[in-house]
């Protein structure tokens, strides 16, 4: 098994008492397919009962009691006087055992085509996890409007911050060649309710809207349609002057303008269902409206203004920082975009990094979030292990989503959470949004580290419904991927659960940030202090000298913390308050503060960075135990993943404590084994061919 088939694998039900009933209920199926996503749908549903209970439901158009699954949207279910309630909406959909006249049945019903879809989806797992279909009564719709992959992908089939490989995207062989790859990939998407795919890097290229490129991209459009995606580009805001010749790219000029519109209206004629635009826009060297003295609701407006007409949407990204705010680049987001809340057209949306910084292993929630009340803001996660080990680690990444959509930001009072914020609670007016950077590649199993492909998938789930338990979405996908086999999901759903933290743990514990290799990203680099600008350096966001560690966010420091509600700021900036897990984020204090622990600060990080690599060695020792209840492939890769894994997380910890201890020159204590190796050996390590760092036309940080 490569893991090609993620959690789609439909391995066959080895419970014969469950498989019989299932088998007894799904033996006949009304299911008309009358579209190409109905057509795809069923498709799925048979592959699915083959593999899972050797199974073909026989078409019928008499309802056999107790024996029936009757799928569709009023259109079909009207014959049988089931009517399909408005509430579920669009894309939701009803899964329900019901009496059609004096006859028992499961119904799947939903309004549409693509709701159909994501019901047989979720039917399906309740098969593949085993789960009764006695009594159905199942109802969901998705609570955010786009839920979106950004593939940071260049047009060279490199990938920026990618893993996993190459881009899947044969820009080369497309338009002619179809690969099954994205056929699969559309279905995966789909099967956790996916509905947008950027495909080209945030760092754009602006070949990707000439004619010859939109050529290739309708192609993938026509894929991603039956599964109900849409297709969006990043586009660069330079664009009219690169592609166009124009000598401009001011918004504000007319014949600026009108070359975006004529662009939309091109892009619409390949693509009628074209979802928008993504742009990074005046950040780590990327044009944008203020190159030409403008602002980025200026620029966003005029895009928005193009799409309009199409119905398509801007993504406008807040990821912004140059050298303008020079005390605290945590500041500039918030500060560049609050002052234009409200201020952006009705199809505009902000995508808002989790946090404030840049994907660390923790951050607070990024204090844009509640503070735009009158802008649609669109969350987004990386899934993608940029700043988490790449795809050598394992790092089940649904806590880190659920602790910041759990924040609570009492910007509209207690319990005013993140997730409310995303889904659009506080203002019904607006669009809503979540978008994962995806970390998929071309590798057999598509994200390189079979665990990683979990992230995908709990990103899915959780765009579909961000108060969703990380717990309950580990334990489906380790079904659906691996086995129903109790003594396997149970230990390793465990460690997933975990494995965030011990990354944390292991590199940057109690709120420490940014202090990884400069520009790779790859291992530790806390002395860095030589980058390009002072917040490019692991010194800028440590601190560390002889007095202590962190940095000052407090009032008293650079006073970042006051861009959040009262209530967040005050519990964030009192250290008896303050959860250790920030800590270091927001104050700056000696090696030898008291922790609630009791233990001295230079004592408590010393004792995270030895558990955080030693929870390495006990996942390693539970997944031994692993042996012989999933394939063999997938059991030596992980194995040997985790070998990696405890290396490289022995390394960080080792280097780390090495390099703060020149400053707290406190020991570290004699239980502890000793480092492999002195400072100055971590420090000189060199790294070549770094994965995620080729070709794209941009690279700094
Ligand atoms: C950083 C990455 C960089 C991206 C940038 C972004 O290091 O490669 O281009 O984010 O999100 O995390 O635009």
């Known amino acids: 098994n490569d893991g090609y088939k993620l959690w789609l694998e439909y391995n066959k039900v080895t419970n014969t008492q469950l498989a019989a009933g299932y088998r007894q209920q799904l033996k006949y199926m009304i299911f008309p397919t009358a579209s190409d996503q109905l057509k795809a749908s069923k498709a799925e549903l048979l592959t699915a009962l083959d593999g899972m209970l050797t199974l073909k439901p026989a078409d019928t158009k008499n309802i056999m009691s107790g024996q029936t699954v009757i799928i569709g949207t009023p259109q079909t279910l009207k014959a049988f006087s089931i009517s399909v309630p408005d509430s579920i909406g669009t894309e939701g959909y009803l899964i329900k055992t019901t009496l ?36 159905l009564n199942i109802s969901d719709h998705p609570r955010i409007m786009y839920r979106v992959l950004d593939h940071w992908d260049n047009l060279n089939r490199t990938v920026e911050r990618g893993y996993a490989g190459s881009s899947i995207w044969n820009w080369h062989k497309l338009p002619g060649i179809v690969d099954q790859r994205y056929i699969d990939y559309a279905r995966a998407n789909a099967s956790v309710g996916i509905n947008g795919s950027v495909v080209n890097n945030v ?15 309708q192609a993938l459009a026509n894929v991603f349609r ?23 790219a001011d918004p504000l000029d007319p014949a600026v303008k009108k070359w975006w519109a004529d662009k939309a209206d091109e892009i619409y004629h390949y693509i009628p269902d074209f979802g928008g635009f993504l742009v990074k826009a005046n950040s780590e060297g990327q044009p944008g409206p203020q190159s030409y003295g403008r602002t980025h609701a200026d620029g966003a407006n005029m895009l928005a203004d193009a799409l309009a007409p199409h119905h398509g949407i801007v993504m406008w990204r807040a990821f912004v920082y140059d050298n303008k705010v020079p005390d605290d680049r945590f500041k500039q987001a918030y500060n560049e975009f609050k002052p234009f809340d409200g201020k952006f057209k009705d199809n505009v949306i902000i995508q808002v990094k989790n946090g404030p910084i840049d994907f660390q292993p923790r951050e607070p929630f990024h204090p844009l979030f509640g503070a735009m009340p009158n802008t649609p803001l669109m969350m987004e996660f990386q899934l993608t292990q940029e700043y988490l ?92 991927t691996f086995t129903n086999d109790e003594n396997f999901v149970s230990p390793v759903k465990s460690f997933m659960l975990q494995s965030r933290e011990n990354t944390v743990n292991y590199m940057t514990p109690l709120g420490l940030h940014h202090i990884m290799g400069v520009s790779t990203h790859y291992g530790p680099g806390p002395w860095v202090d030589n980058a390009g600008r002072p917040d490019w350096n692991a010194t800028y966001y440590h601190r560390a000298d002889s007095a202590g560690i962190g940095f000052d966010r407090t009032t008293s420091g650079s006073n970042a913390l006051s861009q959040y509600a009262p209530e967040v700021k005050a519990n964030w900036e009192n250290l008896q308050t303050c959860p250790d897990e920030y800590l270091l984020w927001f104050h700056r204090l000696s090696w030898t503060y008291k922790m609630r622990s009791g233990r001295s600060l230079w004592d408590e990080l ?65 239980a502890y084994p000793k480092p492999e190796h002195p400072l100055d050996y971590y420090k000189k390590l060199k790294f070549y061919y770094v994965p995620g760092i080729g070709g794209n036309n941009y690279m700094t940080n």
């Not at 049945?105 to 279909?133: E, H, R, W």
């Not at 063999?632 to 910890?653: D, P, S």
């Open 203 to 217: 760092n754009a290229d602006a070949l990707i809207l000439s004619p010859q490129y939109l050529l290739k991209v």
């Open 226 to 248: 039956t599964y109900g995606i849409r297709i969006y580009l990043s586009v660069k805001f330079s664009s009219p002057v690169e592609l166009g010749g124009l000598k401009t």
């Open 100 to 135: 059609i006249g004096q006859k028992k049945g499961i119904v799947i019903m939903a309004n549409t085509d693509v709701g159909v879809m994501y019901g047989v989806f979720n039917f399906l797992k309740l098969i593949q996890t085993n789960q009764s279909i006695n009594k």
């Open 389 to 480: 080990g790449f795809s050598t680690h394992l790092v089940y990444e649904a806590p880190l989503f659920a602790e910041c959509l759990q924040s609570d930001t009492y910007t509209h009072g207690r319990g005013s959470t993140v997730a409310r914020v995303v889904k659009g609670d506080f203002n019904r007016k607006l669009i809503t949004g979540m978008a994962g950077v995806a970390n998929i590649g071309t590798d057999l199993n598509w994200c390189g580290h079979p665990f990683a492909q979990a992230n995908w998938y709990a990103f899915g789930r959780m765009a579909w419904s961000p108060d969703q338990s990380s717990a309950v979405i580990a334990g489906d996908w380790l079904r659906m």
């Open 606 to 670: 010393v004792h995270h960075y030895y558990i955080g690599a030693d929870s390495v060695k006990q996942m390693g020792l539970t997944w031994d135990k692993m042996q012989g209840k999933i394939d063999a492939e997938r059991f030596t890769e992980v194995k040997q993943l985790m070998e990696v894994q405890l290396n490289e997380a022995t390394t960080w910890r080792d280097a780390c404590v090495l390099y703060f201890q020149t400053f707290s020159k406190m020991p570290v204590g004699a």
